[in-house]
Every structure is written in C-alpha cells, then in structure tokens.
C-alpha cells in the first residue's frame, strides 16, 4: 500500500508569507506526527495527533505554527510570517495507533526554503 | 531537557568488517530506544526499537544494546555492505510514550 506522502517536496517563499505544507498519512492511522529538520540535525518534534485532536503540540516553537487535522486523515501544517530560520525539511509520520511500540513511518519531507 | 547524543564524525570502514554506532542519553533511562536509518533526501526509516529491560535485540545483521548503567546504546551492523551506507538515527520515547526526540545522527560510509 500507499506510504505517508507530503506536498509540495519542495517550497520556496519569501520571508513574511504564509504556508501550508500538507500530509497524506497511511490510511487507518490514527496518529501523525510533525517533525522539523535542519540540516546536519536529527528530526525535531513539533506536534502529535491522536484522530482529530492534538495531543501533544510542545513542540511548535511560537504561534506563528499550526497544524490541523479536521477529519483526522490528512493534515496540514501552516506557518504564518515566515522567517528565514524557517527553513528546513518539515517531515510526517504516521502511526497505527500512537502507543509506544508502534512503528512510525515517515514521508519523504518537504523542503521549506524562505529567501 | 532529555537529551540524545550521537558521534556527529562520520564513520568509514570497509566492506565485511562490523560498524558500531553509539547513542548516548541523559538523565533518567527512557523506557524505550529506537534506531533508524535515514537515506539523503527521504524519511527516517524505523529499524529496531529495544526496551530499557532488554540488554539485546537483534535483526538479521543489525545488533542493538542498551545499557542504563553507562546510559548507553550501541548500533551494530555485522558483514556490513556498500549499501549500509546511510545516516543512522538514535530516538527516545518522550514520558507520555508517543513523540521522539532524535540525535543528530551518524552517517556511516561503507567501501567496497
């Protein structure tokens, strides 16, 4: 079947723009999760879904970060004034059903760059 | 803060010999350790996932220990591969058992 996919692979804005990244997760999962990463770092948290509702969203560094989930499939993360040290891979991952042993898949990223 | 620390060097070895990869923690010994394998350009993608009272698991080549005393994780691939070559991720449960916190990861070169 299908992996966790992401759209677009690859974003480039100008700083102070609104974006929306969004994530197709693996069908029947009901977690997802959002990570950021920097280049030479491993994945940060941002946020964590369980079905609709955000669970965990510790991670979103300011609130110019958000990210929904309204019918707990797909999801969307919206950055709002943009700023260059918001450039970086934004990655997905899904989950079956978010307890401690359940393997996370993760999409391929897409590739935040502000200018 | 709970952190994960990986060597951010590269490791080159040859083709054949066994690549070890560390992973240190601090603080408290999360519940559970993961280990990952990310490729330039894709995803992390899950390999082994060992709990704090297991001191072994493996997978085909891939060996995984844990150690609370030493707070310690060490990465093994036996008979390693060109193929191998990749950057290995570190990743520890977060309290509430569902979010990750990663290293930064060690890339591993492996030469025919």
């Known amino acids: 079947g299908a992996g966790v996919s992401q759209t677009p692979s690859n974003k480039v804005t100008e700083k102070g723009k609104y974006v929306e990244l969004r994530c197709d997760p693996i069908?029947?999962?009901?977690?997802l999760y959002w990570y950021r990463q920097s280049l030479g770092q491993g994945p940060e948290f941002l946020i964590y879904?369980?079905?609709?509702?955000?669970?965990?969203d510790s991670g979103l560094p300011n609130d110019r970060f958000f990210a929904v989930r309204p019918e707990g499939s797909v999801s969307t993360l919206k950055i709002q004034r943009t700023e260059r040290g918001d450039s970086a891979v934004y990655l997905c991952?899904?989950?079956?059903?978010?307890?401690?042993?359940?393997?996370?898949?993760f999409g391929p990223g897409t590739r935040l760059t502000v200018l | 803060s709970q952190k994960i620390e990986q060597n951010s060097e590269a490791l080159n070895i040859q083709e054949g010999k066994t690549a070890t990869l560390t992973c240190n923690y601090t603080?408290?010994?999360?519940?559970?350790l993961q280990w990952y394998r990310q490729d330039p350009g894709r995803g992390p993608v899950f390999l082994l996932l060992?709990?704090?009272?297991?001191k072994e698991k493996r997978k085909e080549r891939l060996k995984v220990t844990f150690d609370t005393t030493l707070k310690q994780s060490l990465f093994h691939i036996t008979a390693s591969q060109p193929a191998d070559s990749a950057t290995y991720l570190c990743?520890?449960?977060?309290?509430?058992?569902?979010?990750?916190?990663f290293g930064k990861g060690t890339m591993l070169l492996v030469s025919p």
């Open positions: 991952a899904s989950s079956f059903g978010g307890s401690s042993t359940d393997t996370q898949y």
């Open positions: 603080n408290y010994s999360p519940a559970y």
């Open positions: 069908s029947g999962h009901t977690a």
């Open positions: 060992i709990r704090e009272n297991e």
């Open positions: 990743a520890r449960l977060n309290s509430g058992y569902s979010t990750l916190t």
């Open positions: 879904f369980q079905g609709t509702g955000a669970a965990d």
